[in-house]
């Protein structure tokens, strides 16, 4: 079971997929996280979800899957994991906040708030490592090559 959790193929794409996602979510965790790029921070974070209702357990792990998830996607550990973390964020986030502004961003700021596509890139990207895995390049693929070594002898 541990083994099929870091078990990858040599897929180079891997690592653009990986890149993406984690480089994107990783400011949005640090925002969240350690006030980072203009965020509030651990505390402020809380506050800020629980004025929407939305539970402290819950807003650390979201904090979580955006800080964790985002360093486990640039160095490939734990990378279905980490996929499943933000994937499950960004499907929280269009349903509980982005759904009733549409599919479109606001670029022109002509809406009341932020539609989903982006959101639905990045439930793409994730559900891609979910299947791949972290693939070449990746601390995952370390791990589940010295594992079928150490199974072999």
Known sequence: ???????????????????????????????????????????????FFGQMGMPAVITVLVIFAEFFGSLGLIFGLLTRVAALGIGMVMAGAIFLVHWQ????????????????????????????LLVKGG??????????????SATRS
């Open 135 to 148: 693939g070449r390049w990746s601390v995952d693929s370390v791990i589940a090559g010295r594992s079928s």
């Open 101 to 128: 502004h549409g599919f479109f961003m606001n670029w022109a700021g002509q809406q009341q708030g932020e539609g989903f596509e982006y959101h639905l890139l990045a439930i793409g990207l994730a559900l891609a």
């Open 1 to 47: 079971m541990l083994r099929k959790l870091f078990a990858t193929d040599n897929d180079p794409s891997t690592i653009v997929l990986r890149l993406a996602l984690g480089i994107v979510f990783f400011p949005h965790g640090a925002q969240k996280l350690l006030g980072w790029f203009g965020g509030g921070g651990f505390s402020a974070t809380i506050d």
